[in-house]
């Protein structure tokens, strides 16, 4: 792919975006971050409230896993076929984040060698119990090379387009050949994200 090509595709105006390539996403993360509620915000546009039943997966072409420890098995037999990762952390929660060392650790063993990964910080809406700031997240991301952003599946905030940035790039992937222009996730993602406004309250 040209230049130019790359850059309508970054852009989301190609037609090529246009094509239909169907791939495997799955969420996770530890228990009550909140992947469960990130699904139903992108695909109702809707914020339900209050707890779902812990989630075994769900009839969507995007998986949702469960974050507790007692499914981890059935979700070690999700990661093998998955194309993408939403990883999931809650900025409130501080073990949440520690625990994402664990979880790519555990993706590393199960999943493909080219998944693509994705780190979330979820519930930035809730910025009066934040414990994990935004530049630790940032941080952690870098260290590992995957794309980050905050995101609340309450408002919406970064939500879609942290389905669109993996869309795209396993798109991009499947259509073109390999030694084109890459399209650059992370640079799509830091061009794109809303930061939470800093003294709202939830
Ligand atoms: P498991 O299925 O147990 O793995 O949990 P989960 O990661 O799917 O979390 P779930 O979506 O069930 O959300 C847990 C709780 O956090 C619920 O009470 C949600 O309403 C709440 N929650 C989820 N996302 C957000 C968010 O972005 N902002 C706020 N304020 N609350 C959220």
Redesign the pocket.
Known sequence: MDQQRLDSYQRGTSRDFNEHVLHKTI?V??????????L??FDQGK?????????VGIGFTIW?????ERFRSVTHAYYRDAQALLL?Y?ITNKSSFDNIRAWLTEIHEYAQRDVVIMLLG?????SNERVIRSEDGETLAREYGVPFME?????GMNVELAFLAIAKELKYRALWHPDGPRFQIRDFVESQKKQPSCCSF?
């Not at 993360?29 to 990130?38: C, F, M, N, Q, Y």
């Not at 409230?49 to 812990?54: D, E, H, K, L, T």
């Not at 979820?122 to 809730?126: E, F, G, I, M």
Request: aromatic share 4%; hydrophobic share 30%; glycine share 12%.
């Open positions: 969420l993360g530890d228990s009550g971050v909140g992947k469960t509620s990130l139903v915000q914020f339900i409230p209050g707890s779902f039943s812990a989630t949702d896993t469960a974050g507790q999931l809650d979820n519930k930035a809406d809730v995101t609340s599946a309450k408002t939830s």
